[in-house]
């Protein structure tokens, strides 16, 4: 996915409540260091007895603060497992409707990968917002209180942390969104080319394809170190200004209250307490800017990855009608009838005649490839939006409500064979889990291709991968054959039954197809064969491809 137009990406979550909590939690560093500071002044003037009270405050408040953590890091972390549970929702019910998906290799990357991204962000960004807009301006106003000079330390070295922050942020949102483009790219540049090792090899593309990861790969590696090159570089300007604000601090306290500086407070000269107590909220000042910016950078790799979301929503895609739910069939098609049917493929919109098929009756649909046979089945199967016209299923149009019903009692052999891992029973059976192991085998002889498998090496029992590797392409394609005749539907949408078949075989298919016919079956067959078109009861062609508007 590039990043070619802007888009409007959502926001990252906020929660108010754990933020402020955090936020308190910090103020309350302010009473702990106080009390510390009391037990180093009260012990350096032997008031030992003083220090059991202050101890007891001084646990009070860190399990008060522990409690604030504990209180916001739960509901953080239940907002982050929400909203990345949601977008891995939403991703996953549209691309499930969606006709045609994203390559696998770009989602895999979205929803495993990716949308773990918004997790630290989530976790971090927000309160890092609050805290560092609050904490520091209140510390500083303390340490003016106790000491001028100390607030001045604070005042000079303080913003020049947000400000470096600034700077490199932007820079650091560019590069997490290079990079996340040069893992997609990779991802899917990956999973296409194992899928077509075999082509390659024999095609001796072997070393280009090599050189092509190669490079992707580097190119991927140059993307992660610019990342991670502005990250250390981030917080190692960071830890220098914050050093240096700490060491000044001490330095001052130090010669004050060694009598070598006289000057920086407001009267009488730096007292132990107040020096034990500025040495130890100096770094608690500093704390919530470098956290800022260390956010900042989960905050760019979020924005890259919603900006990613926002072009994924925006891509245009056709839509399968209904829900994609498993549904009851509804009562058995005594009537299909298409009425003015145009369908958008690309940049082009295919027509078809009128006709009306009834149960026990077979239509044909011919034409010459690419002419959008494939096209009308998918659309009477509901998997693709009609852009003009309607399909009428019993008089009733195949709506959103009406699709799922209508899917559930069709048997369908798509042109291209896809299985899921798993036996060849099991992928039998994936239209009629309750059939058993002789009605499956009747199903193959029924398409022609039991033979074949009795003499896999395992029988029913053998594994088939995603494109039915140990089966021939006409036998893959007959198993999909089988598959929908075992659902039994007295619908069938049959996308070229006999195409890659000898004589012998496509005659007893298309015996077969004419006994469901008889039956009372209604059949609807994408076809090249002019004897099956000749025996089937209506013939159309799409008749006009015109360039969409
Ligand atoms: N996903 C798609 N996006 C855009 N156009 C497509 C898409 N799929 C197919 N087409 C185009 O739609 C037209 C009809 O394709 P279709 O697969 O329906 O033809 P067909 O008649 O079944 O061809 P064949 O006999 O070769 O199987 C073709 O021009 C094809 O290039």
């Known amino acids: 996915m590039t990043r070619k137009t802007k888009t409007s990406a959502a926001k990252l979550p906020r929660d108010p409540a754990a933020e402020a909590a955090l936020v308190l939690s910090s103020l309350l560093w302010l009473g702990q260091a106080a009390l510390i500071a009391s037990c180093v002044a009260g012990a350096i003037a032997g008031d030992l007895a003083g220090l059991l009270p202050l101890g007891a405050g001084l646990l009070a408040l860190g399990g008060m603060r522990a409690g604030l953590d504990f209180f916001a890091s739960g509901r953080l972390s239940a907002m982050a497992r929400r909203t990345v549970a949601a977008y891995r929702t939403e991703v996953l019910n549209t691309e499930s409707r969606r006709h045609q998906s994203q390559s696998p290799a770009v989602l895999a990357g979205l929803l495993a990968e990716k949308l773990e991204m918004l997790r630290p962000a989530i976790l971090?960004?927000?309160?890092?917002?609050?805290?560092?807009?609050?904490?520091?301006?209140?510390?500083?106003?303390?340490?003016?209180?106790?000491?001028?000079?100390?607030?001045?330390?604070?005042?000079?070295?303080?913003?020049?942390?947000?400000?470096?922050?600034?700077?490199?942020?932007?820079?650091?949102?560019?590069?997490s969104a290079r990079q996340l483009d040069q893992m997609a790219s990779l991802g899917t540049m990956l999973s296409e080319r194992v899928s077509a090792l075999l082509d390659l090899r024999v095609l001796g593309a072997q070393t280009r394809v090599l050189d092509q990861f190669r490079t992707s790969a580097d190119t991927l590696r140059k993307r992660t170190m610019e990342v991670l090159r502005i990250a250390f570089l981030t917080s190692t300007v960071l830890e220098l200004f914050s050093s240096l604000g700490v060491a000044m601090m001490a330095v001052y306290v130090g010669f004050?209250?060694?009598?070598?500086?006289?000057?920086?407070?407001?009267?009488?000269?730096?007292?132990?307490?107040?020096?034990?107590?500025?040495?130890?909220?100096?770094p608690d000042f500093f704390a919530p800017l470098r956290e800022m910016s260390a956010a900042w950078h989960d905050r760019a790799s979020a924005n890259a990855v919603l900006a990613e979301l926002a072009q994924w929503r925006e891509a245009q895609a056709d839509t399968i009608l209904g829900n994609a739910d498993a549904a009851k069939p509804a009562a058995a098609a005594s009537e299909l009838s298409l009425k003015g049917v145009r369908i958008r493929r690309g940049d082009q919109i295919i027509s078809y005649p009128d006709v009306t098929v009834a149960a026990g009756q077979a239509l044909a649909v011919s034409g010459a490839s690419g002419a959008g046979k494939s096209t009308l089945l998918a659309a009477i199967a509901g998997l693709l939006p009609v852009a003009g016209g309607q399909v009428v299923v019993n008089g009733t149009l195949l709506t959103d409500e009406t699709a799922d019903a209508w899917r559930a009692g069709l048997g369908w052999m798509?042109?291209?064979?896809?299985?899921?891992?798993?036996?060849?029973?099991?992928?039998?059976?994936?239209?009629?889990?309750?059939?058993?192991?002789?009605?499956?085998?009747?199903?193959?002889?029924?398409?022609?291709?039991?033979?074949?498998?009795?003499?896999?090496?395992?029988?029913?029992?053998?594994?088939?991968?995603?494109?039915?590797?140990?089966?021939?392409?006409?036998?893959?394609?007959?198993?999909?054959?089988?598959?929908?005749?075992?659902?039994?539907?007295?619908?069938?949408?049959?996308?070229?039954?006999?195409?890659?078949?000898?004589?012998?075989?496509?005659?007893?298919?298309?015996?077969?197809?004419?006994?469901?016919?008889a039956s009372g079956a209604m059949l609807v067959i994408a076809s090249h064969d002019p004897a099956l078109i000749a025996a089937c009861d209506l013939q159309i062609a799409p008749e006009l491809a015109e360039a969409a508007a």
């Open 256 to 282: 004050s209250l060694l009598g070598e500086i006289g000057f920086g407070t407001w009267g009488a000269p730096l007292s132990i307490w107040s020096g034990v107590f500025l040495l130890l909220i100096a």
């Open 414 to 517: 798509p042109q291209s064979p896809h299985f899921l891992e798993g036996s060849v029973l099991a992928n039998l059976r994936l239209g009629a889990p309750d059939a058993d192991r002789s009605a499956a085998m009747r199903a193959l002889e029924d398409a022609g291709v039991a033979a074949q498998v009795v003499a896999l090496p395992k029988g029913l029992g053998t594994s088939l991968g995603t494109s039915g590797a140990g089966l021939s392409g006409g036998e893959a394609r007959r198993i999909t054959l089988a598959r929908a005749l075992l659902a039994g539907g007295k619908v069938l949408l049959v996308d070229e039954p006999t195409a890659d078949l000898d004589e012998e075989t496509a005659q007893a298919v298309r015996q077969h197809l004419q006994g469901l016919r």
């Open 124 to 175: 971090r960004y927000g309160p890092a917002g609050l805290r560092v807009r609050t904490v520091p301006l209140v510390l500083l106003v303390v340490a003016f209180w106790q000491s001028w000079a100390a607030g001045l330390i604070l005042l000079v070295a303080g913003p020049l942390i947000p400000l470096f922050s600034a700077l490199v942020g932007m820079a650091a949102q560019q590069a």
